[in-house]
């Protein structure tokens, strides 16, 4: 509960957000079309996802910019539970690491082994291979530049690190917690503070010393940031550390019209997937069609609710003029979506077909460069 008005993220759960403007409301995240027009002070071109309004909020993101603009140092963190296989959920966030590294951001990726171990009980050595061989190796086919690029296990970090998982915990009580995420168990507790400790220590010394660090998140991760905000506040005068930024994407709806989850293979495409399960996938996604193909030509479609729109809008077809072209016959019932279907299909086979030829080399490369724990 914040602000009055009865909404909790639970950044391990399951819930769809369907009204984003609450989050405006409820925990003053910021419309991302206010800083927008300070990316080209700071000699970036809006992303695909920032033109789309995918990216729809920040909070200090225009502070990450302007400080870009003045020439100081920037970063990017974020980090993946390496509990499940990759999907085009993942990539979303994949995407705008690749943009922010393009445009001259420090990129540091944690891969929360100790969070899978202790909320989804992952045996230990199943998530180191899911790690570097599903997350790692299709960020680097994707196009991320591993030398540009800080890849770490949580139980990898050293003292630094660790020393301020503790540090927190003495700053933060049971209440404040729950009031954030609500009923939490240790796990959840000791996962949380090693989550602020992942945001925040790349602004220590040993680590860069980044001052300025924006997390790209989608919105039902948003605990994470208000508790590392607060957190950084509570250590003035023990340790010098700065609010992170952070901006918030809209989650791709799954292709079953709910959340889209590893657990659920339907819900999603794997970027590992073969061609033909990927293709039975999208054939049988949820749309936004009409009953009839007589009730479609005569009342249009629509592209909002259809899970197929929503593969090409945040990643199939990056010419917007293009994807406005389905819009608009989706609407006007001049598209059916057997026709709009193998559109989408022809672009995700050539994409899938590209990528997946990318992805064994880039697996030799993410065994290479990563140090996998060390118990
Ligand atoms: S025509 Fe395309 S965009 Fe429209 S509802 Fe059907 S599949 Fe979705």
């Given amino acids: 509960m914040a602000g009055g008005e009865d909404i909790r993220l639970d950044p391990w759960g399951a819930i769809e957000i369907k009204d984003y403007n609450r989050l405006f409301r409820v925990f003053g995240i910021r419309p991302f079309i206010e800083v927008a027009r300070l990316l080209r002070h700071a000699g970036m071109e809006p992303s695909l996802h920032m033109r789309r309004g995918i990216i729809f909020g920040h909070r200090d993101f225009d502070k990450v910019l302007l ?23 993942h990539k979303l966030t994949v995407d ?73 915990a003495g700053k933060v009580t049971a209440a404040e917690m ?11 507790a000791m996962a949380a503070l ?38 950084a506040d509570r250590m003035h005068g023990i340790i010098k550390l700065e609010r992170p930024a952070s901006t918030y994407h809209k989650l791709q709806p799954g292709l079953d019209g709910k959340k889209m989850s590893s657990s659920r293979p339907d819900s999603t495409i794997f970027l590992t997937d073969p061609p033909e399960t990927a293709k ?28 197929v729109y929503h593969m090409d809008l945040y990643h199939l077809i990056p010419d917007d003029k293009e994807l406005d072209k389905i819009y608009t016959a989706c609407r006007t019932g001049e598209l059916l979506c057997g026709q709009c279907k193998a559109i989408a299909w022809e672009k995700l086979e050539k994409f899938l077909e590209e990528h997946q030829r990318k992805l064994e080399k880039a697996k030799n490369i993410a065994w290479s460069i990563i140090e996998t724990p060390r118990f």
């Fill in 96 to 168: 705008q690491l690749i943009y922010y590294q393009r445009n001259g951001f420090k990129i540091f990726v944690a891969l929360a082994d100790a969070e899978a171990h202790i909320v989804r009980r992952m045996p230990r050595e199943e998530s180191f291979r899911i790690a570097v061989e599903e997350y790692v190796a299709n960020m680097i086919a994707l196009g991320l530049d591993p030398k540009k690029t800080e890849f770490y296990f949580q139980t990898n970090r050293d003292t630094p690190y660790y020393r301020l998982v503790q540090l927190f």
């Fill in 67 to 89: 400080a870009k603009a003045r020439g100081e140092p920037v970063a990017v963190l974020t980090g993946f539970m390496p509990s499940g296989r990759f999907h085009f959920g």
């Fill in 280 to 307: 039975k996938k999208l054939f049988k996604a949820l749309t936004g069609g009409r009953a009839t193909a007589e009730e479609q030509k005569r009342l249009g479609g629509i592209p909002e609710t259809c899970s």
């Fill in 194 to 231: 090693t989550q602020a400790a992942d945001i925040l220590h790349v602004q220590l010394e040993e680590y860069g010393g980044y001052k300025h660090v924006v997390v790209p998140v989608g919105a039902d991760q948003d605990p994470h940031l208000r508790l590392a905000r607060d957190l």
């Fill in 178 to 188: 729950e009031a954030i995420y609500g009923d939490l168990s240790p796990a959840k």
